[in-house]
């Protein structure tokens, strides 16, 4: 039996693996936390992490197969997850095009607290990416029976520890060094954020064409 020493230890790795790659929603905490400063990519990691919370609540009590067996269910959220990324992209690369204040009042009002959390939600919500990830990680760690309870509540802790670390270290980062970021500078990170979210949009058309042919 895996201790709950052991299963923290490897939960909390687990959740830095989920949270560190860049993906999505990094792209986006870098590109708005460059722009606003430390809230915004705070809120949009805190975003992803209740979805990587629901993600996992999902798999370990037995809902894995919706989204392992149901083509509907998986092809709606790689259309979702194409449109939101195309969407964010495009926008990026119009800002792109014109040089940005990055003082702390700039022209054009950053977006609440609450609709960057929700924007983090739903970037990490539609990526079926994460889907894949937990489902694995659900099969590996979780067993059935008495035990179920306490690993699904060591790992969640755990894994959520894990992505919360992530997101203050990245989002202390982005505060720190924006004062050293030009306007200039910003403008091909919006540049290399919006080509890399579009590209990502068009990589989940891809997978949805290969599951309906």
Request: proline content about 4%; hydrophobic content about 55%; overall charge positive.
């Amino acid at each position: 039996m895996v201790t709950a020493g052991s299963l923290f230890f490897h939960g909390y790795v687990l959740g830095l693996m989920a949270a560190a790659p860049i993906g999505p929603v990094n792209i986006e905490m870098i590109r708005r936390g460059l722009r606003v400063g430390f809230w915004a990519p705070f809120c949009i990691g805190m975003g992803a992490v209740t979805a990587d919370f629901f993600y996992v609540t999902l798999a370990s009590f037995g809902f894995s197969s919706l989204f392992s067996h149901s083509a509907v269910v998986r092809g709606g959220l790689m259309l979702l997850g194409a449109a939101l990324l195309s969407f964010l992209g495009i926008a990026a690369m119009r800002e792109a095009r014109h040089p940005v204040s990055l003082s702390e009042n700039p022209g054009q009002k950053p977006l609440s607290k609450v609709k960057y959390y929700l924007l983090g939600v739903l970037l990490c919500l539609a990526n079926p990416m994460t889907i894949a990830y937990w489902l694995v990680v659900s099969a590996i760690f979780l067993p059935g029976g008495e035990e179920l309870w306490r690993t699904y509540t060591v790992l969640v802790i755990s894994v959520s520890a894990g992505c919360i670390t992530w997101v203050l270290f990245i989002s202390t980062v982005l505060h720190v060094s924006r004062s050293h970021v030009s306007s200039r500078l910003f403008q091909y990170v919006n540049l290399v954020s919006g080509v890399l979210l579009v590209g990502y949009g068009l990589f989940f058309v891809l997978k949805f064409i290969r599951l309906i042919w």
